[in-house]
């Protein structure tokens, strides 16, 4: 009993001893790596040569550096200034390799999910549905619903958002319209993807009301093989539909 139990104290000792100079070494690693993370079916997405400079600019020393001596808040941070990144991770990981340990820097990415393509007076760009800006890249394209004609970022924000999103939530009108060109006076024309028509929604006010008369007429008339009747659909006055002919 007495060698039995020697024999466990010394294996108990050995493992504490060899866990010691594990942690020791693996606290000392060096960052040799880094490995990027990101969904590859996001709409928008920046290369991982991009996010990796991102992460060198963030700490320019940062190849041979020790992990426990690297600031992953302040990397996080930096990334996050991309405007086509909504959220970055950045973590360290060990990893044992011929006998030594391998230090590598994780990061993990969120890309901005665009709602709609703005193509104004005021520049080209996408928008998030909080209303942040993501640029448009040669390196991606989103199928979402595209804006044109002459209005400030401001108005896209605060009238047209609101209504893009509202365009999303419904499964026909997100079906159904591929484009909105604002002309003078901040009146929208809609253009469907069925029908050779086009709709007058008047100004971005009411717009829920305005849609919902414009459903009515397209279940109440245009479904009985009407689609191609209409040259003009006008829903801007209060509670009217007015149709013009071809």
């Known amino acids: 009993k007495l060698f039995q139990l020697i024999t466990i104290l010394i294996i108990i000792v ?3 001893v060899t866990l010691s100079f594990s942690a020791k070494e693996s606290r000392n690693a060096i960052c040799n790596s880094i490995e990027v993370i990101f969904r590859e079916d996001d709409q928008i997405k920046i290369n991982k040569e991009e996010i990796i400079r991102l992460v060198k600019s963030a700490d320019t ?10 600031n992953t808040d302040h990397i996080e941070k930096e990334v996050e200034k991309h405007q086509a990144i909504f959220k970055a991770e950045v973590y360290k990981i060990t990893a044992k390799d011929t006998g030594s ?3 590598i820097l994780g990061v993990k990415v969120k890309h901005r ?3 709609v393509r703005i193509m104004s007076s ?4 996408y928008l998030d549905r909080f209303g ?5 890249s040669v390196n991606y394209t989103a199928n979402v ?3 044109t004609g002459n209005f400030t970022e401001k108005y896209a924000r605060e009238k047209l958002l609101p209504l893009v999103l509202y365009i999303e939530k419904d499964n026909f ?9 604002v002309e003078n006076q901040e009146e929208l024309i809609l253009t469907p993807l069925v029908g050779e028509h086009l709709i007058d929604l008047g100004s971005a006010d009411d717009y829920e009301i305005k849609l919902g008369n414009m459903k009515a007429f397209y279940k109440q008339v245009l479904a009985r093989n009407n689609w191609n009747k209409y040259e003009r659909i006008s829903v801007k006055y209060r509670n009217q539909v007015i149709a013009k002919r071809r």
Do not use: D
């Not at 942040?132 to 448009?136: A, G, L, N, Y």
């Not at 009108?173 to 060109?181: D, G, I, N």
């Open 14 to 16: 050995f493992v504490v």
């Open 61 to 70: 020393k940062l190849t041979g550096k020790q992990l426990r001596k690297i």
């Open 101 to 103: 340990y391998s230090g």
């Open 113 to 115: 999910e665009p709602v």
């Open 122 to 125: 005021s520049g080209s760009y």
């Open 132 to 136: 942040e800006k993501i640029p448009v």
């Open 145 to 147: 619903l595209v804006i």
């Open 173 to 181: 009108w997100k079906a159904q319209l591929q484009q909105v060109h």
